[in-house]
């Protein structure tokens, strides 16, 4: 028979490999999503200052063209007003998804400034009014800061395309050694299990991804009563 002794060095030594494997697959895991997000900046800069600047321009020589023609050339200054119209619609197409790939407003001013672009590009949206309450936070890493930045982004993606809302509340908080992200939306709710099994509303992606930073995500919801997302990120994530 084993010596209880021995039975229990080998169960921690088991638990300590265990913990070391999860560590090394955090790590592995954050490693992948910093390509990604350094992906995203860099495609977000090419449409923004290449197609971007290039559209501009060439909306620019449209409008000199038009400029140039005679009051009775009805029919080419109709045809140029049309290409003019559709090169401006183009424009604020792409920089509207160089935004969402990477809004600069996050590597240039930080989170807080991001979250209220954020709260304001969305609220009135579908008939949402979007509220944010920030309170008093630590200076935060790049890191930290993409990650609360991309759940409240997919909280109010998710609550315009399957809540039906009519009023969105964010809030971030730091309690002790934690950050506090809500969300809450007085849409028509869900089933919480369902809705993280789902792969169609990026619940399950964000769960993951605050995963991989020590963090955890946790739904309170009911079909009709709205759904409550809440984030939990420690400050120390290593």
Request: proline share 3%; net charge neutral; glycine share 10%.
């Amino acid at each position: 028979m084993s010596d209880p002794s021995d039975l229990r060095t080998l169960y921690q030594e088991l638990l300590q490999r265990l913990q070391r494997n999860e560590r090394e697959f955090r790590r592995l895991g954050r490693a992948v999503w910093r390509v990604q997000e350094d992906e995203r900046r860099r495609i977000a800069r090419d449409l923004h200052d290449g197609v971007g600047q290039n559209l501009t321009a060439l909306k620019l020589r449209l409008h000199d063209i038009q400029s140039a023609l005679e009051p009775q050339q009805t029919a080419l200054r109709e045809g140029l007003a049309q290409a003019l119209a559709l090169c401006a619609d183009t424009l604020e197409d792409t920089r509207e998804l160089s935004r969402l790939l990477r809004p600069p407003i996050l590597d240039d001013l930080g989170l807080e400034a991001a979250l209220r672009w954020l709260a304001r590009s969305h609220d009135g949206r579908d008939g949402a009014r979007v509220e944010l309450e920030l309170g008093a936070l630590p200076e935060l890493d790049g890191e930290l800061q993409t990650v609360l930045f991309r759940t409240a982004q997919e909280a109010l993606a998710n609550a315009a395309r399957h809540a039906q809302a009519r009023r969105v509340r964010i809030g971030l908080h730091c309690r002790g050694d934690e950050l506090h992200l809500d969300v809450r939306d007085d849409g028509r709710g869900c089933d919480p299990v369902a809705a993280l099994a789902s792969g169609g509303n990026g619940l399950g992606g964000m769960r993951e991804r605050l995963r991989l930073y020590g963090g955890r995500l946790e739904i309170a919801s009911a079909p009709g009563a709205g759904l409550r997302l809440s984030a939990r990120l420690p400050l120390d994530y290593a």
